[in-house]
């Protein structure tokens, strides 16, 4: 049996193996291009993925979970809008407004808090909400911090295609999050963390397929490409299997907003590396941002 507090350490792992999967996904984008690039997360997730629901249902003995009809609806829906963001967020990586769309991908803590009051009726406390929006404030003074804009140049951004982008792919994500809880949380038997790979499982094999039938039809190149670069991808499914997991088990066990506020702690490690391992300086605008994220933080745990 899972202990509920260890909501905290699935988090930082998911976010962790997220981060990781990420950057092998933009190291394999000029190669596989846009679509190729998002669709080798799904791809080679697949096998790690049911490598686990099996791994450790031979090891544990614990039975596998009994679908319901909701669940299959949240799950479909999940897999779907999860794609879409992934997509979205691989095209940002590739227009001028780069910091301004990332910002607004940012946002998606906040779009998930009211999702999963509308939902799933689960209401944040008025301290972890707070957090919430302040460590949102410091994620966009971050994305903007490096960029080399001017105040007008970032106000004019605000407004861009790439912003626009930026802030459809944080409502998707925040939509899939809520909606894979709810599916996790429909499943009926197996223990908490059966139900969180199983969903993991299924939801990997819609996108799969999903996907796979779209690109076959409109980018084969691309598909063709992601089979032929099966070595370089191969890291991306392994660490996109594990990251699931990590987020899965999170969502089951403590509500989606303070886990996705919780899980902003990559940024924090992103910046701790470079400035400790790559002697990179921080600007005061960073070093504020970074404070008032590890703020929210502090203020997410103290208030769930």
Request: a positive charge; proline letters at 2%; charged letters at 10%.
């Amino acid at each position: 049996m899972i202990s509920p507090e260890w909501w905290i350490a699935a988090t930082i792992f998911a976010a962790l193996t997220q981060t990781f999967r990420s950057a092998i996904q933009r190291q394999m984008k000029p190669v596989l291009g846009d679509d190729g690039a998002s669709y080798i997360r799904f791809l080679y997730a697949l096998p790690f993925a049911w490598l686990m629901v099996y791994g450790y249902h031979f090891i544990t003995d614990v039975g596998f979970p009994s679908t319901t009809f909701r669940f299959w609806i949240w799950v479909s829906l999940a897999s779907i809008t999860q794609i879409l963001f992934t997509v979205l967020l691989i095209r940002i990586f590739s227009r001028r407004s780069f910091a301004a769309g990332t910002a607004f991908s940012k946002t998606e803590v906040l779009q998930a808090a009211i999702l999963e009051a509308i939902i799933l009726g689960v209401m944040v406390s008025l301290l972890t909400g707070l957090a919430i929006i302040l460590g949102v404030i410091a994620v966009v003074m971050l994305s903007f911090a490096k960029s080399a804009l001017t105040k007008q140049d970032i106000f004019q951004s605000l407004f861009s295609r790439t912003s626009a982008i930026g802030l459809a792919s944080g409502t998707f994500l925040g939509l899939a999050t809520v909606c894979y809880k709810a599916a996790a949380i429909s499943l009926e038997g197996g223990d908490l963390f059966m139900r969180a790979v199983y969903t993991g499982g299924i939801a990997t094999l819609i996108q799969v397929v999903m996907m796979g039938g779209w690109m076959l039809i409109f980018t084969r190149p691309q598909l063709v490409a992601s089979f032929v670069h099966w070595r370089g991808s191969i890291w991306a499914g392994l660490f996109g299997a594990l990251a699931t997991v990590g987020w899965f088990t999170a969502f089951t066990l403590h509500s989606v907003a303070a886990v996705r506020a919780v899980g902003q702690i990559e940024l924090l490690i992103s910046l701790g590396v470079s400035l400790l391992w790559f002697r990179e300086k921080t600007n005061w605008t960073e070093a504020l941002a970074i404070i008032m994220l590890t703020i929210s933080i502090i203020m997410v745990l103290m208030g769930s």
